[in-house]
């Protein structure tokens, strides 16, 4: 990216700061459990007209808070250099849209009571959720990025451009009154002053309304080994014990929760201002307790893990490589960044990446350079190997990819577990 290279102890601090305090009870007592180095925005991915210029870097590492529980990074990259120019885009994934789809049947069948009823998303990105409700009810959707946002006010949902603060629901209230539902879906996680934007959803939320929102589950980073979920657009990677201290703290109520087999495996949770906690709340804290959730110890032993896979995945791309070996990547998530620079793979090990997302076709991973095609390169040229990056998908690309399969291509799972199917 042109204007040089910037790291925490260059000239330009704006881009970054450092977390002294957790985010959610404001504690110092502070643990850091993994360091994944200096690295590039995980969705800053490199245009040609670039690649003769350095990347930004930033430190990747992530702190425990030994009072309220909560797993956060230790450094915070400026949100206006995170998303006001995204490259994600929900409708080119068809297993999230189906997702969201059922989430939207679910939210007009248990929650609108009137078309007036007003829906607000957060983070609503190109609309896919919100298109499923709008003939249902009043929508409105926010997100701070303009290019993914004007994809969503094209498709006919209403969409305000701006980061959701107190501000944002000032302007909101005085134009279209309170919410019934406020959704916010992979956007928890993102947020450096989670207090501010949880004391401005309770401002907009109607009396009888619900806040739902879906984020990773730390426990299923663990269990499962997804340390590819840690990129600096994660800034925290919660355990419903932590989001609890900070739910409770501003007399709010978690109604419900379940876990939704959804990037790896995420937290819904259902939360009101006024009603009472579900029997799956208590049975939820229970099974953190007991996975380890509360204990430093815990995360301090995942680390191992991590170099487990790191090792037995480069080995059998090594391998492979020996062997004459031609792979390709599928998929270019931000998680896949996070995976292919700590583990050092570029461009001498894979060819190239496919990926169906059209803003991110013919740019280059960030940090190491590997060219992003569309996923017709598949249909002229057959690698031997495919490096399965959106594994957290595997079942349905596997379903979806029999005709490769069945030529010979072999997918390279590499998280949790490094299989070759």
């Keep these: 990216m042109a204007g040089g290279l910037k790291r925490i102890f260059g000239n330009r601090m704006e881009t970054h700061h450092q977390k002294?305090?957790?985010?959610?009870?404001?504690?110092?007592?502070?643990?850091?459990?993994?360091?994944?180095?200096?690295?590039?925005?995980?969705?800053?991915?490199?245009?040609?007209?670039?690649?003769?210029?350095?990347?930004?870097?930033?430190?990747?590492?992530?702190?425990?808070?030994?009072?309220?529980?909560s797993i956060q990074l230790n450094y915070v990259v400026d949100s206006e250099l995170l998303f006001k120019n995204y490259h994600y885009e929900t409708s080119a994934n068809e297993p999230l849209v189906k997702h969201f789809n059922l989430l939207a049947d679910e939210i007009v069948k248990d929650y609108i009571k009137s078309p007036n009823n007003l829906v607000v998303e957060i983070g609503s990105n190109d609309g896919s959720l919100l298109?499923?409700?709008?003939?249902?009810?009043?929508?409105?959707?926010?997100?701070?990025?303009?290019?993914?946002?004007?994809?969503?006010?094209?498709?006919?949902?209403?969409?305000?451009?701006?980061?959701?603060?107190?501000?944002?629901?000032?302007?909101?209230?005085?134009?279209?009154?309170?919410?019934?539902?406020?959704?916010a879906n992979n956007v928890m996680a993102h947020i450096d002053d989670i207090r501010g934007v949880f004391s401005a959803v309770r401002e907009l939320l109607s009396q009888d309304g619900q806040f739902i929102f879906e984020v990773h589950w730390v426990g299923n980073l663990l269990t499962k080994g997804g340390f590819d979920q840690i990129y600096h657009e994660h800034i925290y990677y919660h355990s419903l014990h932590g989001l609890k201290f900070l739910i409770d703290s501003l007399d709010m109520i978690i109604n419900d929760v379940k876990l939704v087999p959804i990037h790896g495996e995420s937290m819904r949770v259902y939360v009101g201002k006024t009603g009472k906690s579900s029997k799956a709340v208590d049975d939820f804290l229970n099974r953190e307790i007991e996975i380890g959730l509360t204990r430093k110890e815990t995360y301090?032993?995942?680390?191992?893990?991590?170099?487990?896979?790191?090792d037995k995945l480069l080995k059998i791309l090594t391998d492979l490589k020996k062997e004459g070996k031609r792979i390709f990547g599928y998929g270019a998530p931000a998680k896949g960044n996070t995976l292919l620079n700590y583990f050092q793979i570029g461009p001498k090990v894979i060819d190239c990446i496919t990926d169906t997302t059209p803003s991110k076709q013919g740019a280059y991973t960030p940090g190491t350079r590997i060219p992003v095609v569309s996923p017709e390169i598949l249909k002229r040229e057959l690698p031997d190997y495919i490096l399965l990056l959106s594994w957290n998908y595997a079942d349905a690309i596997l379903e979806k990819e029999k005709e490769l399969r069945?030529?010979?291509?072999?997918?390279?799972?590499?998280?949790?577990e490094v299989r070759v199917v």
Excluded: W, Y
């Design 300 to 310: 301090l032993n995942f680390s191992a893990k991590i170099e487990l896979n790191k």
């Design 20 to 69: 002294l305090n957790c985010g959610i009870c404001r504690s110092k007592n502070l643990s850091k459990i993994l360091d994944l180095g200096v690295v590039p925005l995980a969705n800053a991915f490199v245009h040609k007209e670039n690649l003769n210029f350095p990347e930004m870097l930033f430190p990747l590492a992530i702190n425990f808070c030994n009072d309220c529980f």
């Design 406 to 416: 069945e030529k010979g291509v072999k997918f390279i799972i590499p998280v949790p």
């Design 131 to 183: 298109s499923r409700i709008k003939d249902k009810c009043r929508v409105l959707g926010v997100d701070p990025a303009q290019n993914v946002a004007e994809i969503a006010i094209k498709n006919g949902v209403s969409t305000l451009v701006d980061f959701f603060t107190k501000e944002t629901v000032k302007k909101i209230k005085s134009e279209s009154g309170e919410a019934q539902v406020i959704v």
